[in-house]
Structure formats: structure tokens, C-alpha cells
């Protein structure tokens, strides 16, 4: 099962078992989303990467991700700040 698959299972367990949580979250990107990030990036998205942002935008602010991707930091994980 694909990304894709996965996560639309995800969404539909957060539609039936807490939909205030579903309505709260951001809707599909379209492709002018998806282009203008693109090229703001300078690199084409992976194709399963592009099908799964079609369906959930993550809805993250551009800068910050631009950010992390140019310097690797993407995947790591970010320090949690004491209290």
C-alpha cells in the first residue's frame, strides 16, 4: 500500500472517529499550488509525493520549508523548547 492508500485510510478514521479534528485540517493543494512551489523550489516533486499533496495540502508556510529543504534539515527532528 502506498502513501497515497495509507493516508487516505488515516483520513477516513479521522472523518468517522473525530470529524472536529478532520474539519480543522487543511484541503487538497491544486496544481497551481503545486507548480509555483515547484518551481520556488527548483526541483519537480516526486510523482507520489505530488498524487498525496493533491489529496492533503500539508499547509505548511513556504519559507520555512524552502528553508529546511535547502539546508538538509527537513527530516530531522526539531528540539523541543523547556517549558
Do not use: I, K, Q
Not at 516526486?46 to 534539515?73: C, F, I, K, Q, S
Request: hydrophobic share 45%; aromatic share 4%; charged share 30%.
Amino acid at each position: 500500500m502506498g502513501a497515497v492508500e495509507s493516508w487516505s485510510r488515516v483520513m477516513d478514521l479521522l472523518r468517522e472517529h473525530a470529524p472536529a479534528d478532520y474539519a480543522d485540517l487543511p484541503g487538497p493543494a491544486t496544481e497551481e499550488m503545486l507548480a509555483a512551489a515547484e518551481e520556488r523550489m527548483g526541483v519537480p516533486l516526486p510523482p507520489e509525493l505530488r498524487a498525496w499533496l493533491l489529496r492533503n495540502n500539508l499547509d505548511l508556510p513556504g519559507e520555512d520549508v524552502d528553508a529546511m529543504l535547502r539546508d538538509g534539515t527537513f527530516h530531522e527532528p526539531r528540539p523541543v523548547r523547556a517549558a
